[in-house]
């Protein structure tokens, strides 16, 4: 159960985009469209963001949309506002009942 | 509104164990899986384990699978983990989580266990 591999970093100017990208194998992100993303702030709890690779929870902005490419997912943050700015996970069902989280990626906003 | 609150997280030796607990409201607790998820003090996020709704299946990360057991009592609304052969590894957050879709909707404040002597 390895972790899925992102970016440490990534910065964008307000009003811009962002893509975040979230890269695994075919057991994992490729094999299954069961890749989620969380948005967290510092000192709290994770928040759900994307589920089955492009859905939006209620609540969630627009702004946030998820894509997926063989073992490649990714997070595009459009629009960026000073709010944005937060670590963001990708997650993805591994089989097996298993669920593997990438390391996380801290997104700036200059 | 959903609520989870996580309690139980404290110091412990390595080598001792732990109870986690947590309360879940708000939503009817037998209708979905549950998890436990942690992270480590400036690290990413380490899915732990999930139970079924009726608890008959129970799922564990490798690094944890023979020393960590999670139950739920659904009458009381509550998920637990038992946590025996504490690791100085395992010093974490730990988050209770709500299952939903393939992913987590709704997640607790965390509670906070650390292993050291």
């Known amino acids: 159960q390895s972790a899925l591999t992102q970016p440490p970093s990534a910065s964008g100017s307000p009003g811009q985009s962002v893509t975040i990208s979230c890269t695994g194998t075919?057991?994992?992100?490729?094999?299954?469209?069961?890749v989620s993303w969380y948005q967290q702030h510092p000192g709290k709890a994770p928040k759900f963001m994307i589920y089955?690779?492009?859905k939006r929870p209620s609540g969630v902005p627009d702004r946030f949309s998820g894509s997926k490419s063989g073992n490649t997912a990714s997070l595009i943050v459009s629009g960026l506002q000073a709010e944005d700015e937060a670590d963001y996970y990708c997650n993805s069902y591994a089989g097996s009942s298993k669920w593997v989280f990438g390391g996380g990626t801290k997104l700036t906003v200059l | 509104e959903v609520q989870l609150v996580e309690s139980g997280g404290t110091l412990v030796q390595p080598g001792g164990s732990l109870r986690l607990s947590c309360a879940a409201s708000g939503f009817i607790f037998t209708n979905y899986w549950m998890s436990w998820v942690r992270q480590a003090p400036g690290k990413g996020l380490e899915w732990v384990a999930n139970?079924?709704?009726?608890?008959?299946?129970?799922h564990y990360v490798d690094s944890v699978k023979g020393r960590f057991t999670i139950s739920r009592d659904n009458a009381k609304n509550s998920l637990y983990l038992q946590m025996n052969s504490l690791r100085v590894e395992d010093t974490a957050i730990y988050y209770c989580a709500k299952a939903f879709h393939w992913g987590w909707d709704y997640w607790g404040q965390g509670t906070p266990v650390t292993v050291s002597s």
């Open positions: 139970i079924k709704q009726d608890g008959s299946e129970q």
């Open positions: 089955e690779v492009n």
């Open positions: 075919s057991s994992d992100v490729g094999g299954y469209n069961y």
